[in-house]
DNA sequence: GTCTATAGTAGGATAGAC
DNA sequence: GTCTATCCTACTATAGAC
C-alpha cells in the first residue's frame, strides 16, 4: 500500500469527521442528516460511504475524537511541574473543552445517545472511568508532594476525591448546556472554593 | 361539559402518558416509535392521536410529570421537622427518583434531547432553576436554624452552596446511566462527606 | 475515489368506518 | 372515542457512470 495514498485516505477521513462536528454541533447527532454532513464536508454521498459504513461509525468517530483528547489534556497536566492544585481542574478540563468544541452540547447529547446505543455507552463509561483514574492520580501526587502524605494514604485520598472533581465537570457540562443564563465562572468559582485542597 | 367525561378524558391521558413512560424507560425518546407506545397503552393510533397531537407532545407531558414531581418532593422535604443536614438532599432527591423511574437513564435521554428542542430544553432549564431555588431556600433556613445565622448571610449561603448539591445529583445521574458498574452508595457516601455542613 | 440518481424502508400521522 | 388501514415524508445506503 503506498504511502501516499494512506496519507491521503487519513486526511480525507480527518476532513469528513470535521465537517460531521461542525454539523453536529449545530443540530446534534440525529436531527442531523447525512445529507448535511454530505454538504457540510462539500462532498457526496458515495465519497462519505465510502470512508464510513454508516452514520454510527461517523458518530463514534467524532466520540471518539473529542473524548480522547480530554483525557490526554488531563494526562499532560498532570506532568506539569509546578503541579496546579486540584481543585483547578475543573475549570482546566472544561475550558479545554470549550476551546475544542464551542459549546459543551454535544458532550450532553453524546451521553443521552449513550442510554441507548451500546456502542457509544461503552465509550463514554471507558472515559468517566480513565478521567477518574488520572484525576485520582493527580490528587495522590499532589496530596504527597503539598501535604506529605505516604503514597498508600494518598492514592486511597485520591481515589476517593476524583469523584468529586469529575462530578463538578459533568454538572458544568449539564448546566451550560441547559441553562440559558449560566455564569460558568461564578459556578467555577464556587467548586474551587468548597472542592477539597 | 360533563363532569364524568371529562375525569374520563384526564384518567386516559394518565394512561396513554404512563405506558409511554414504560417504553422510553426501555429504549429511549426516539428509538421507540409511536407503534410501540401504542402496543404498551394496548390502544391504537387513533385513540393515542385522539389525545395527544404528536409524539412530541407525548415526550413533553412524560417530561413534566417526572420533573414537577422531583421539585414537589424537595418542596415537600423543606417542609420537615427537625429538617434533615442538607447535605442528605442527595440521596434523597436521587431515591425519589430512582422510587419513580427504576432508573435515571430517561433523564438523561431527556438532557440530550433538550440540545435540540427548544421546548424540552425551557422545561429542564426551569427545573435546574427550581430546584437551585428549593434548595438554595432549604440550605438558607437549615444555617438559621442550626448555626443561627442571620438571614440575609443564610440566604447568600443557600444561593452559593445550592449549585453544590444540584451538581452532586446532576452527576449521578450522569454516572448512574453511563457506569455499568457505577457504586452509587459509595458516591452518595463520598459526597456527604466533602458537601458543606 | 467520487459523483448522480435512486432503491428500500421505517415511522409519524391521518381518513373514514363504527 | 376508538379502530383499521393506509398515506407520505424523510432518511440511510447502494448501484453504476465517470
Chains 1, 2 share one sequence.
Not at 138 to 159: M, N, T
Request: hydrophobic share 45%; charged share 25%; no cysteine.
Amino acid at each position: 500500500m503506498p504511502k501516499v495514498t494512506e496519507e491521503y485516505r487519513v486526511a480525507r477521513r480527518t476532513e469528513i469527521a470535521d465537517a460531521a462536528l461542525r454539523a453536529f454541533r449545530r443540530k446534534g447527532f440525529h436531527a442531523t442528516s447525512m445529507a448535511e454532513i454530505i454538504s457540510e464536508a462539500g462532498l457526496s454521498a458515495g465519497a462519505i460511504y465510502g470512508h464510513f459504513p454508516s452514520k454510527e461509525a461517523l458518530v463514534m468517530e467524532v466520540a471518539t475524537r473529542i473524548i480522547d483528547t480530554r483525557v490526554a489534556d488531563v494526562e499532560h497536566l498532570a506532568e506539569l511541574d509546578p503541579m496546579p492544585a486540584p481543585s483547578a481542574l475543573p475549570r482546566m478540563l472544561v475550558e479545554g473543552m470549550q476551546r475544542e468544541l464551542g459549546s459543551p452540547n454535544v458532550m450532553l447529547q453524546l451521553w443521552g445517545e449513550a442510554v441507548t446505543d451500546p456502542t457509544v455507552r461503552a465509550l463514554a463509561a471507558s472515559v468517566v472511568n480513565r478521567l477518574r483514574a488520572v484525576v485520582g492520580r493527580y490528587v495522590s501526587r499532589w496530596q504527597q508532594r503539598e501535604h506529605g502524605l505516604g503514597s498508600d494514604e494518598a492514592d486511597a485520598l485520591g481515589a476517593e476525591q476524583s469523584v468529586l472533581f469529575v462530578a463538578a465537570v459533568q454538572s458544568y457540562i449539564v448546566q451550560a448546556s441547559l441553562v440559558p443564563d449560566f455564569d460558568g465562572e461564578s459556578y467555577l468559582r464556587t467548586q474551587e472554593k468548597y472542592l477539597p485542597h
